[in-house]
């Protein structure tokens, strides 16, 4: 079945940066839409940033000019490059796969998502 597994989540002062990366096994990352979702305490999901088969990408508002997504398919791996971090990105973060349902507006319900990494920001 298809595995998922963050890492590179953390604390960091606002302002600052993180790389976050999601390690693909048992399917192949360039075959799926791929994304990060994230969720902070007693808020809904909330889709980030994504990217599609065709390698298109499509960021939330809200992250736009400071997240980068992108993806190694020789590593089958996913990342994502937060830069400019704000306090209100403090949430945990999630990858997610779906073989059908693209885009940042779906990525919330990929039907695949890993463990999570928590990212905190502080003032």
């Known amino acids: 079945q298809v595995q998922l597994v963050e890492s590179g989540g953390g604390s960091v002062q606002s302002g600052g940066s993180l790389r976050l990366s999601c390690a693909a096994s048992r399917f192949t990352v360039s075959n799926y839409c791929m994304g990060w979702f994230r969720q902070a305490p007693g808020k809904k999901r909330e889709g980030v940033a994504a990217i599609d088969s065709d390698g298109s990408t499509s960021y939330a508002d809200s992250v736009k000019g400071r997240f980068t997504i992108a993806q190694d398919n020789a590593k089958n791996t996913l990342y994502l490059r937060m830069d400019s971090l704000k306090p209100e990105d403090t949430a945990m973060y999630y990858c997610?796969?779906?073989?059908?349902?693209?885009?940042?507006?779906?990525?919330?319900?990929?039907?695949?998502r890993g463990q999570g990494t928590q990212v905190t920001v502080s003032s």
């Open positions: 997610g796969a779906d073989p059908f349902h693209c885009g940042v507006y779906l990525a919330h319900a990929y039907n695949y």
